[in-house]
């Protein structure tokens, strides 16, 4: 067993006020919360990884809030003001992130998002779009957030989808970049951040927490606040969260690329975007529902294979292209499609499941945890 010396025991591994499992999105923005409210808080954050491995860094990089086609669906899933309220968290997410941070720094481009429909008609279309553009006003003070624009599809080099709907708020960013500010401003404030080191278990004490890492080393804290997400049942067995993989892959450079935006179909399972000249394109989970809820990050040539398909076939054929590249994240999901946040029964409090959303639910989330956590101080 590795033994710490006092400097390590007074500094990297002093006890803590609140020690984080998950240095991705929602622990990042969970600590920055934490210390906005009380700065004088010790907040330490553990990362199993060199860096966050589950979906953070490994994403396709949307700033969005739902396509029409999957705000339906939310709709038949969890009733109109459930969706409006989870809809409004990922609005009100994407201006915190843009309010925290230049656009520059993290790769954001406004540049607008589009969802392809084949499965409506014309006037059933219209129909729905006007009805979520009544809902969403409130949200997005915009008073046609949705607009049908067919008419744009070949000059996006686009083909074999009935329809195009534009959605102008909508837009990009480098989820990598976005990693690295959120890090650098907790280590700023003052938040320790210990990456490479695995959270196997933890004992409930009357002090609070003791946590093991790499069954050689353990850490105290008053909280422990799991935001692991797709990973939390390693270390609790309640709430089960289910992993969904999202593979995705990127061709190589396209002169004149005319696609620009980001681009959803089939409520939301397909999407792309384009990444300077190249086409960036995910999902595909819904061919393979049970193969593609798993931990692991290999990906499978199935999905890999669809998705190349699925471009040829929608992309104009005059438009080449190679697959250069693919990599896989793992997000977390529940039944109800919303994010778990609350004590858990083993103890630990948990922010998880942002199911698929995490880009721009976790500024928000971080805020209830904060509260949550400190009225137990």
Same mark, same amino acid.
């Given at each position: ?12 591994? +002093? ?12 622990? /990042?923005?969970?600590? &920055? ?12 954050? $553990?990362?199993?990884?060199? !860096? ?12 969005? @809030? ?19 309220? &989870? ?30 429909? *084949?499965?409506?008609? +014309? ?12 809902? &969403? ?12 624009? #067919? ?6 080099? %686009? ?5 195009? $709907? ?15 500010? /959120? ?31 790499? #069954? ?16 939390? *049942? ?15 892959? %990127?061709?190589?450079?396209?002169? *004149? ?5 980001? @681009?959803?179909? #089939? ?18 989970? *819904?061919?393979? @529902?049970?193969?593609?809820? !798993? ?83």
């Amino acid at each position: 067993m590795k033994s710490l010396s006092i400097w390590e025991k007074q500094t990297s591994y +002093a006890p803590a006020d609140v020690l984080i499992i998950g240095a991705g999105l929602m622990g /990042l923005w969970t600590a &920055l919360e934490l210390k906005k409210s009380r700065p004088a808080l010790r907040i330490t954050l $553990v990362e199993r990884n060199s !860096t966050p491995l589950g979906a953070s860094t490994r994403n396709a990089g949307f700033a969005c @809030f739902g396509s029409p086609t999957e705000l339906l669906s939310d709709i038949q899933t969890m009733g109109e003001q459930a969706m409006l309220d &989870l809809a409004g968290m990922r609005w009100q997410g994407i201006q915190k992130i843009r309010a925290h941070f230049p656009d520059a720094v993290i790769g954001y481009d406004p540049c607008g998002g589009y969802e392809c429909i *084949n499965d409506m008609d +014309a006037g059933e279309l219209d129909d729905k779009l006007n009805y979520l553009n009544q809902l &969403l006003l409130n949200i997005t003070s915009e008073q046609a957030v949705f607009q049908r624009v #067919d008419e744009r599809m070949p000059a996006l080099g %686009l083909c074999a989808f009935n329809h195009l $709907v534009a959605n102008r708020t909508e837009a990009a960013l480098h989820s990598g970049m976005l990693v690295e500010q /959120l890090s650098a401003m907790a280590l700023s404030k003052g938040i320790r951040i210990l990456y490479g080191l695995t959270a196997t278990r933890f004992e409930k004490t009357t002090a609070g927490y003791t946590l093991f890492v790499d #069954d050689t080393i353990s850490l105290t804290a008053k909280q422990l606040v799991c935001c692991t997400n797709a990973f939390t *049942n390693e270390l609790l067995q309640e709430p089960v969260i289910s992993p969904g993989r999202g593979q995705i892959i %990127l061709t190589s450079p396209i002169p *004149n690329l005319p696609m620009q935006g980001t @681009f959803h179909f #089939d409520e939301g399972f397909y999407y792309w975007r384009h990444l300077g000249d190249r086409i960036l394109l995910g999902g595909g989970r *819904n061919i393979d @529902f049970a193969g593609e809820e !798993t931990h692991s990050l290999e990906g499978s040539a199935i999905i890999r294979e669809a998705l190349t398909a699925f471009l040829r076939q929608h992309l104009h054929p005059s438009i080449a292209f190679t697959v250069e590249q693919s990599w896989s994240g793992i997000m977390g999901f529940t039944g109800n499609k919303k994010p778990f946040t609350g004590f858990t029964p083993a103890g630990p409090y948990a922010a998880i499941a942002c199911n698929g959303m995490g880009v721009a639910l976790t500024p928000i989330i971080a805020e209830t945890v904060a509260t949550d956590i400190l009225n137990h101080f």
